[in-house]
């Protein structure tokens, strides 16, 4: 079956530091990938997706490129900021779906400090 | 405009007894999803709705939970003698269609403990 697996968390962070979050995925053919943030106290918002191979995603700083001889979809950040504390999702939509039933990984807590 | 809103936002329940859970989607979203949050599963989908089509109900875990929406707007999750492992954060999404490429806003959630 399809399935999501990301770095256990939770990672703790200076600000302006480095930020990468692991996501790996099994799924027959080229699903779609994408990466929810749920920030504190908000439902879960799209923060990036891509839909085929090589593809970027970016948004707000972040990026994540889908690979698709590693089956991975890791999320970066440059210089991290306290406001992108938060919990990240990845998730993917299997290839065929007529509707987006999403399966989502564990979740990934991230906290930066000043 | 509005987003996607939930109610209650916390409920405490004993063993064995019923809940309803709501959710109010974006006006004018035809595509309505149930998911559940809980320590050591994730995120899982449970059910979605589209217009007037017929649910997918393939994610429902027991036939103690059933879900409904009334007049394509609002849905109500029920869970019947409800369990200790039901306990867990409940999630609506809506969109506005229902293809792959429609984006799914969230709802806060309704966080849902069962003594």
């Known amino acids: 079956g399809n399935s999501v697996t990301q770095m256990e968390g939770p990672v703790t962070l200076s600000e302006e530091a480095f930020l990468t979050i692991n996501c790996t995925y099994t799924a027959t053919g080229y699903p779609s990938l994408f990466w929810y943030v749920q920030y504190p106290g908000e439902g879960l918002q799209l923060l990036l997706k891509a839909t085929k191979a090589d593809d970027k995603g970016s948004n707000k700083g972040f990026e994540a490129t889908y690979r698709k001889e590693t089956t991975s979809f890791h999320l970066e950040k440059g210089s991290v900021q306290v406001s992108d504390s938060a919990v990240y999702f990845c998730a993917l939509l299997p290839i065929g779906t007529s509707y987006g039933k999403l399966t989502f990984g564990q979740g990934t807590i991230l906290t930066v400090h000043p | 405009g509005a987003g996607v809103s939930q109610s209650p936002s916390n409920k405490v329940t004993e063993k064995g007894k019923d809940v309803e859970l709501r959710c109010d989607p974006i006006?004018?979203?035809?595509?309505l999803y149930w998911y559940r949050q809980s320590l050591g599963q994730g995120l899982e989908f449970l059910i979605y709705f589209q217009g007037n089509s017929a649910p997918d109900k393939s994610g429902l875990p027991s036939d103690r939970f059933s879900a409904e929406r009334t007049g394509g707007s609002v849905s109500t999750l029920t869970i019947q003698r409800t369990q200790q492992e039901d306990s867990a954060v409940y999630l609506c999404?809506?969109?506005f269609g229902g293809g792959t490429q429609e984006t799914q806003y969230f709802g806060p959630g309704t966080r849902l403990l069962v003594l």
């Open positions: 006006s004018g979203h035809t595509a």
């Open positions: 999404a809506s969109s």
